[in-house]
């Protein structure tokens, strides 16, 4: 049985996804035996997104593991990912996409939502246009340390991913949870999929990698992360990239700076689709 090396942050949540790649992987004879790193974003977990980076905050060090053949491969959240990878790297495979949704969740003895948290630029200018009388306050840490500072009262509600809740089994009786769509807010680049990275020049891992690649989830990708290069963005600035995909229909959600767009095509199409996008965001920003 081959076996190779997963590198990943220590989160439960990235825990969470490596297993996923793990069993994935071993359904197809591979063994693989883990190494997590740590990264800038995980080093400071007070900062403000927008102010401490957004480039690559919650990736570099792991890609760079992976390049000095200390792991085959690195297991992210492909929202993480920035537009431009370290190089010499590339996605060898994407797992089957997750709920992409963004949720409001408040506590249930809440009767009126005054404070917000998010440390997300692109969720705070969303969440101004969705409740203007609510004040947005920054917050980091993972998904039950949220959680925990919301039941505290630091916070009437916060924003979260569906899909990291959904992959923790987060019990949520506690709370009310209200599904935002992307028309309200615009999902970001790759939430919801989990992104395996490898070397460009690692032959033999790129095949294996090959063997449990989602072809709808890169196809969702490989457009988010088009409009995103396109329009220059990351985790610093408000904006969002969001696909759904139906065979070779494609419907293109965009998001930068204040601007929404909503564009249909064929995905075989998907490079003039996001172009276009990209002008029509970047218009007059």
């Known amino acids: 049985m081959k076996k190779i090396i997963l590198a990943s942050r220590g989160s439960r949540l990235s825990r969470t996804q490596t297993d996923l790649a793990a069993a994935a992987l071993s359904e197809k004879g591979i063994e693989c035996s883990r190494l997590i790193v740590k990264t800038r974003g995980d080093i400071d ?3 403000d997104l927008s102010k401490i980076g957004g480039d690559g905050l919650f990736v570099r060090e792991i890609e760079r593991v992976v390049l000095s053949k200390d792991a085959d491969a690195a297991v992210h959240s492909a929202k993480d990912l920035p537009y431009s990878l370290m190089d010499n790297m590339m996605i060898g495979a994407t797992l089957p996409a997750a709920d992409s949704s963004d949720c409001l969740v408040m506590r249930k003895d809440c009767k009126d939502i ?126 969002g990239a969001h696909a759904e995909i139906d065979g070779d229909d494609l419907t293109l959600y965009g998001m930068f700076e204040g601007k929404t767009v909503c564009l249909h095509g064929k995905f075989s199409d998907y490079e003039d689709i996001c172009a276009d996008a990209a002008g029509r965001l970047r218009l007059n920003s």
């Open 45 to 47: 977990r007070n900062g």
């Open 114 to 239: 005054k404070i917000i948290g998010t440390g997300s630029a692109r969720r705070a200018f969303s969440i101004k246009r969705l409740y203007p009388l609510c004040t947005v306050k920054n917050i980091r840490g993972n998904v039950e340390t949220r959680l925990g500072k919301l039941l505290s009262g630091e916070y009437d509600a916060i924003v979260l991913a569906a899909a990291g809740m959904e992959r923790l089994g987060i019990d949520l009786r506690d709370f009310y949870v209200r599904k935002f769509s992307p028309d309200e807010m615009v999902p970001s680049c790759g939430q919801g999929i989990i992104a395996i990275e490898c070397r460009a020049d690692d032959y033999e891992i790129i095949e294996i990698l090959k063997t449990i690649d989602s072809e709808n989830a890169r196809k969702r990708l490989t457009s988010e992360r088009c409009l995103f290069r396109m329009i220059g963005a990351d985790c610093s600035v408000a904006a």
